[in-house]
């Protein structure tokens, strides 16, 4: 399984950017998957996630200002970011879960938002 997300970039604080993670098999056939950030020295931390029924899940810091969705279709998955502050710049990985012990990373992409 292959997962290669893309739109990171460079934005002001208070700015937008949206995040996508193509996968190389088709996302219905994955339980969970998510976005996750890690900054150096600290550990990788959930930032949004979501079933394949639809439910989702968002960590507190992001609740109201990050959207995760994903499209069947094009087996990818989106991570809309709002109102970006400057602690939200990190590495953002995406992760596939099929299960407990089967689960997979991309390589991440870098979002730093500037002040």
């Known amino acids: 399984v292959e997962l290669v997300e893309s739109g990171g970039g460079l934005v002001q604080v208070g700015g937008s950017l949206r995040l996508a993670c193509a996968a190389s098999v088709n996302i219905f056939t994955i339980n969970t998957m998510g976005w996750y950030r890690q900054t150096p020295g600290k550990q990788r931390e959930l930032v949004a996630r979501i079933t394949s029924g639809g439910s989702t899940d968002y960590a507190d810091s992001v609740k109201g200002r990050f959207t995760i969705s994903r499209v069947n279709a094009k087996n990818t998955v989106y991570l809309q970011m709002n109102s970006l502050k400057s602690e939200d710049t990190a590495v953002y990985y995406c992760?596939?879960?099929?299960?407990?012990?089967?689960?997979?990373w991309g390589k991440g992409t870098l979002v730093t938002v500037s002040s």
């Open positions: 992760n596939a879960e099929f299960s407990t012990v089967s689960y997979y």
